[in-house]
C-alpha cells in the first residue's frame, strides 16, 4: 500500500476542523474575511480582495459543518452568518431583468460574474440546509433565503445563451463583456443543480456540455461537481455521465504536470475533482470501470499527502515559493479533506 494512503478519516476530520476553526477566528464583523495573510500570522495581512473566492469559502464551511457530525459551534454559526450577509450586501436587482422575472446579481467592483452567481447559490444554498444557521439568515437577506436563491437562480437561468453562458456583465448598462473564464460555466450549472428545479434549458445546456467534453483541457474541478450532480439528479443519461468523468479524470491522470508546480491549490482542485468522483461511486457504483477508480484513489492519496506540505494549524499557504495563506487555498485543500473524510466514515 503505498505510504500516502495511511491518511485517515479521522486525521483529514482533523484538517478540516483545524480549517473550520481558523476560517471562523478570521470572520470580521463586515462578514469579510481576513482575505489573505502570512502563514501563523493573521496581523501580516495582504492586500486585496475576491467576491467569488468569499463565496467559494462560505460554500466549503457551510458544508464541512453540515456533513461533520458533532454540535453545531455557536462561533462558527455567528461568523458563517456574517459572511453570508456579506453575500447578500452585494447583490442587486439587475436593472436589465426581463419584464415578470426579478434577478439578482451579485455585483463587485461594478461587474456581474457568472461565477459569483454560482458560487454564491452553492454558499447560500448550503446555509440554508444548516438548522442552526438557517433562522439568523433571514436578519442577513432583505428578501429572505428562497426568494434570494430564487432570484439569483434566475439570473444565472437567464444568462444561457446557445449551448453555454455569457459570463461577465457591465452591472450599470447590461453590456455582455468580452471575459471569458475557463471556471464559469462549471460553477454556474453547479449552482443551478444543487439549489433547484432544473429547467429545460439548463438540461439542455449540460448535456450539449458534457457531450462535447468541457472541461476535459483545463482539468476542470468544477465541471466534474456540475457533472456528478447532473449523474445523480438524472439530469443526463448514466452512459454520458460515465463517459464524460472516465473522459476528465483520463486527463487529470495523465498529465500531472500541476503537481510540478509545488503549489497547494493546483494540486487541491484536481483532489476535489477525483474524490468527489469516488463519493459519486459510493452512490451509484458501477458507473465507472474499477480499474479507473484504483487508479483515482491512489492519485488523490498521492495528493492529500503532497498537500500537507504546505499545511499547518488549519491554514494552506501558496506553495514552495511563498507562505501567503489566502482563503480560497483553505476552501480547495480543506474540501479535498472533507471529501476524503467522508468516504473514509462511509
Given at each position: 500500500?503505498?505510504?500516502?494512503?495511511?491518511?485517515?478519516?479521522?486525521?483529514?476530520?482533523?484538517?478540516?476542523?483545524?480549517?473550520?476553526?481558523?476560517?471562523t477566528r478570521i470572520v470580521r464583523p463586515s462578514?469579510?474575511?481576513?482575505?489573505?495573510?502570512?502563514?501563523?500570522?493573521?496581523?501580516?495581512?495582504?492586500?486585496?480582495?475576491?467576491?467569488?473566492?468569499?463565496?467559494g469559502t462560505l460554500w466549503f464551511m457551510a458544508?464541512?459543518?453540515?456533513?461533520?457530525?458533532?454540535?453545531?459551534?455557536?462561533?462558527?454559526?455567528?461568523?458563517?452568518?456574517?459572511?453570508?450577509?456579506?453575500?447578500?450586501?452585494?447583490?442587486?436587482?439587475?436593472?436589465?431583468?426581463?419584464?415578470?422575472?426579478?434577478?439578482?446579481?451579485?455585483?463587485?467592483?461594478?461587474?456581474?460574474?457568472?461565477?459569483?452567481?454560482?458560487?454564491?447559490?452553492?454558499?447560500?444554498?448550503?446555509?440554508?440546509?444548516?438548522?442552526?444557521?438557517?433562522?439568523?439568515?433571514?436578519?442577513?437577506?432583505?428578501?429572505?433565503?428562497?426568494?434570494?436563491?430564487?432570484?439569483?437562480?434566475?439570473?444565472?437561468?437567464?444568462?444561457?445563451?446557445?449551448?453555454?453562458?455569457?459570463?461577465?456583465?457591465?452591472?450599470?448598462?447590461?453590456?455582455?463583456?468580452?471575459?471569458?473564464?475557463?471556471?464559469?460555466?462549471?460553477?454556474?450549472?453547479?449552482?443551478?443543480?444543487?439549489?433547484?428545479?432544473?429547467?429545460?434549458?439548463?438540461?439542455?445546456?449540460?448535456?450539449?456540455?458534457?457531450?462535447?467534453?468541457?472541461?476535459?483541457?483545463?482539468?476542470?474541478?468544477?465541471?466534474?461537481?456540475?457533472?456528478?450532480?447532473?449523474?445523480?439528479?438524472?439530469?443526463?443519461?448514466?452512459?454520458?455521465?460515465?463517459?464524460?468523468?472516465?473522459?476528465?479524470?483520463?486527463?487529470?491522470?495523465?498529465?500531472?504536470?500541476?503537481?510540478?508546480?509545488?503549489?497547494?491549490?493546483?494540486?487541491?482542485?484536481?483532489?476535489?475533482?477525483?474524490?468527489?468522483?469516488?463519493?459519486?461511486?459510493?452512490?451509484?457504483?458501477?458507473?465507472?470501470?474499477?480499474?479507473?477508480?484504483?487508479?483515482?484513489?491512489?492519485?488523490?492519496?498521492?495528493?492529500?499527502?503532497?498537500?500537507?506540505?504546505?499545511?499547518?494549524?488549519?491554514?494552506?499557504?501558496?506553495?514552495?515559493?511563498?507562505?501567503?495563506?489566502?482563503?480560497?487555498?483553505?476552501?480547495?485543500?480543506?474540501?479535498?479533506?472533507?471529501?476524503?473524510?467522508?468516504?473514509?466514515?462511509?
Amino acid at each position: 500500500m503505498p505510504a500516502a494512503l495511511m491518511i485517515s478519516p479521522d486525521a483529514a476530520h482533523e484538517i478540516v476542523t483545524a480549517a473550520l476553526d481558523h476560517l471562523t477566528r478570521i470572520v470580521r464583523p463586515s462578514g469579510q474575511f481576513v482575505y489573505a495573510h502570512e502563514a501563523n500570522d493573521i496581523t501580516a495581512v495582504h492586500d486585496g480582495y475576491n467576491l467569488l473566492r468569499h463565496c467559494g469559502t462560505l460554500w466549503f464551511m457551510a458544508r464541512a459543518a453540515n456533513k461533520l457530525a458533532g454540535s453545531p459551534d455557536p462561533d462558527l454559526i455567528e461568523a458563517m452568518a456574517r459572511a453570508a450577509g456579506y453575500i447578500g450586501k452585494k447583490l442587486e436587482p439587475a436593472p436589465w431583468a426581463k419584464a415578470g422575472r426579478p434577478s439578482l446579481a451579485l455585483v463587485g467592483n461594478g461587474a456581474v460574474k457568472l461565477g459569483g452567481l454560482g458560487l454564491g447559490l452553492l454558499a447560500l444554498g448550503e446555509a440554508q440546509r444548516n438548522t442552526s444557521l438557517l433562522p439568523l439568515l433571514a436578519n442577513r437577506l432583505r428578501l429572505g433565503t428562497e426568494a434570494t436563491i430564487l432570484q439569483m437562480r434566475q439570473y444565472a437561468l437567464d444568462e444561457i445563451e446557445g449551448d453555454d453562458f455569457r459570463h461577465k456583465r457591465d452591472f450599470t448598462t447590461g453590456e455582455v463583456l468580452a471575459f471569458r473564464s475557463d471556471y464559469y460555466t462549471g460553477e454556474a450549472i453547479f449552482g443551478l443543480l444543487a439549489t433547484g428545479p432544473v429547467s429545460d434549458d439548463l438540461a439542455r445546456v449540460t448535456t450539449a456540455l458534457m457531450r462535447r467534453g468541457y472541461g476535459w483541457a483545463e482539468q476542470s474541478h468544477w465541471m466534474a461537481y456540475a457533472a456528478c450532480e447532473a449523474v445523480e439528479r438524472g439530469v443526463v443519461p448514466e452512459t454520458l455521465g460515465s463517459a464524460y468523468l472516465t473522459g476528465l479524470m483520463a486527463a487529470m491522470l495523465g498529465n500531472d504536470r500541476y503537481r510540478q508546480r509545488r503549489q497547494s491549490t493546483p494540486v487541491a482542485c484536481r483532489t476535489e475533482a477525483m474524490t468527489r468522483v469516488l463519493i459519486l461511486n459510493r452512490a451509484m457504483p458501477g458507473l465507472l470501470d474499477q480499474s479507473l477508480l484504483a487508479q483515482i484513489r491512489i492519485h488523490a492519496a498521492e495528493n492529500l499527502a503532497l498537500q500537507l506540505d504546505w499545511y499547518q494549524d488549519g491554514q494552506f499557504w501558496k506553495g514552495d515559493d511563498a507562505r501567503k495563506v489566502q482563503i480560497d487555498y483553505i476552501q480547495h485543500n480543506a474540501t479535498a479533506f472533507l471529501h476524503w473524510a467522508m468516504l473514509g466514515r462511509g
